[in-house]
């Protein structure tokens, strides 16, 4: 196989490192395709943004309530046991 390089930056950038390495340029190319097969698989976006929100914790839809009146700090006449009188 044969792949010319037509980005002359990018030419002058592998010509570079291959002397700075005292190596072939298809050697530095090896290595650059060797550790970008090694990287993981990228998510897709919509995968990706879902795990955004990932707790590990089961059934927090269901204690919504529950959790926003732990940790919440309501206004006064927020919520069914404010005290109307009070306003």
Known sequence: MSIQITDPRLVRRLQYLARREQREPQEIIADAVAFYEAQPEPKSFLLA???????????????????????????????????????
């Open 49 to 87: 943004i879902a795990d955004l929100g990932a707790s590990n914790q089961g059934n927090i839809a269901g204690r919504d309530e529950e959790i926003l009146a732990a940790e919440v700090q309501p206004l006064s006449g927020w919520g069914p046991d404010s005290d109307a009188s009070s306003a």
